[in-house]
């Protein structure tokens, strides 16, 4: 059972333009987090999803951020126009259930704004 | 607003050593709790998770307490190795469905 699958690991992107962060959870896992870590910072919550539903998207910033996590495929966190501060670790938990269970990690995605 | 603290933020020992990684919540309503560690560059290492009606969890040379009454967690690492090296972050479920992450203990041991 492979772990969870973030791709890519390292991404770089131009000012102004679109980054797509793929997530796959685990085998069997139908609750995908998404978290990020700015340098020398903690993690933060972003967006908390179900297949084909946002459950809680509280961390979200309101503007440029979307997530999606299909009824096929990985979950998708999508940036557009991106700027220098969204130069980040971003990472993405699964779990088989909601509260009380175990999250597990990808290795997360680097994005590097220049 | 939920906040966690880790103390010590930074902590360098000599291998052998038996350490205690300290971490609370200004809410003291936790779900669960979950220690990971985090090698530089890397992504996260779940540790140990404590369920709401447990107290403690064992894994190895790893102990991981919670006292819900003072909302605080503590992680044990006995016989510290070099290999030890790395963040280590705590994390809680607070009447939320996500997990809510302290700032991390940086720990080195030296050989």
């Known amino acids: 059972n492979a772990g969870v699958m973030q791709n890519p690991r390292h991404l770089v992107r131009r000012r102004g333009q679109e980054a797509r962060l793929r997530c796959s959870p685990m085998k069997g896992h139908s609750h995908v987090y998404w978290y990020r870590q700015l340098p020398e910072e903690g993690l933060k919550f972003m967006v908390y999803?179900?297949?084909?539903?946002?459950?809680?998207e509280s961390g979200m910033p309101k503007e440029r951020f979307s997530a999606e996590f299909p009824k096929e495929g990985p979950s998708i966190l999508r940036i557009q126009q991106v700027v220098r501060g969204d130069s980040a670790a971003y990472f993405c938990a699964s779990s088989p259930y909601a509260v009380g269970t175990e999250a597990f990690f990808g290795q997360g995605t680097r994005l590097t704004v220049v | 607003k939920q906040e966690v603290t880790q103390i010590p933020a930074a902590l360098s020992v000599p291998e052998g050593e038996n350490l205690v990684l300290n971490c609370s919540f200004t809410?003291?309503?936790?779900?669960?709790l979950q220690w990971f560690r985090q090698d530089p560059g890397k992504g996260l290492t779940s540790l140990l998770l404590?369920?709401?009606?447990?107290r403690e969890q064992t894994s190895g040379r790893l102990n991981a307490s919670l006292d819900k009454s003072s909302g605080r967690s503590t992680l044990y690492i006995a016989a510290s190795q070099p290999g030890d090296s790395a963040t280590y972050l705590c994390a809680g479920i607070i009447n939320t469905d996500k997990l809510i992450f302290g700032t991390g203990t940086r720990l080195q041991v030296f050989p």
């Open positions: 999803l179900q297949k084909e539903n946002i459950i809680d």
């Open positions: 809410d003291s309503a936790i779900y669960n």
């Open positions: 404590i369920q709401s009606s447990q």
